[in-house]
Nanobody, 126 residues
Framework: EVQIEESGGGVVQAGGSLRLSCVPSGFTVDAYTVAWFRQAPGKEREWVSC????????DYGDSVKGRFIMSRDSPKNTVYLLMNNLKPEDTATYYCAAGGEYCFQNFEPRTNYAYWGHGTQVTVSS
């Protein structure tokens, strides 16, 4: 069965850091492009970052560029999102998604990212 599990969320003060982990089962992290999305209450799902299948593309959304670092550890079959200098506006549920070969900033159509985790909550207090 294909599953994705995110972990590492929590409550942190503004300026702090958190590291999210994404661990798939049923496939390896280098089998597909992996991306992070986030969604705050009442807002649309927002693309955060992605690593392409061949790791030749590593890209970030403008709102997190320079603060967040995405990485892939193939031996551990884990993808990380290190979030530094967190701001209250980073508060959201963070989702790990995987699928295909290319980085897409849109989560639709479903073929862009076929596999999704259930999310991990990140809350940044001011």
């Amino acid at each position: 069965e294909v599953q994705i599990e995110e972990s590492g969320g929590g409550v942190v003060q503004a300026g702090g850091s958190l590291r999210l982990s994404c661990v798939p089962s049923g496939f390896t992290v280098d089998a597909y492009t992996v991306a992070w999305f986030r969604q705050a209450p009442g807002k649309e799902r927002e693309w955060v970052s992605c690593i392409s299948k061949d790791a030749d593309v590593l890209d970030y959304g403008d709102s997190v560029k320079g603060r967040f670092i995405m990485s892939r550890d193939s031996p551990k079959n884990t993808v990380y999102l290190l979030m530094n200098n967190l701001k209250p506006e980073d508060t959201a549920t963070y989702y790990c998604a995987a699928g295909g070969e290319y980085c897409f900033q849109n989560f639709e159509p479903r073929t862009n990212y076929a596999y999704w985790g259930h999310g991990t909550q990140v809350t940044v207090s001011s």
